[in-house]
């Protein structure tokens, strides 16, 4: 698909990083790390890495967030 990113399959270390950054205070920090978590949801592979290591309750969580660009990323990975 033109513009889909190029995703590796991740590691439980890198998925836990990400984790970490969406309980950031920075707007943009946490922006990233949303959609970094978006983009490896596009991997299969990556999805049981992600469901393992914590990323679902911090993602629902920002469902309610204040900044409509950090509730987007949100839901586009957990609807991956």
Not at 31 to 44: G, I, P
Not at 47 to 56: E, S
């Amino acid at each position: 698909v033109k513009g889909t990113p190029d995703v590796e399959v991740v590691s439980a270390e890198q998925v836990k990083t990400l984790v970490g950054l969406l309980s950031n205070n920075q707007k943009t920090t946490v922006e990233e790390a949303a959609k970094a978590m978006s983009n490896l949801t596009l991997q299969d592979q990556n999805i049981q890495t992600i469901l393992n290591n914590g990323a679902v309750p911090p993602l629902v969580n920002h469902l309610r967030n204040a900044d409509a660009n950090i509730q987007l990323q949100a839901a586009w990975a957990l609807s991956n």
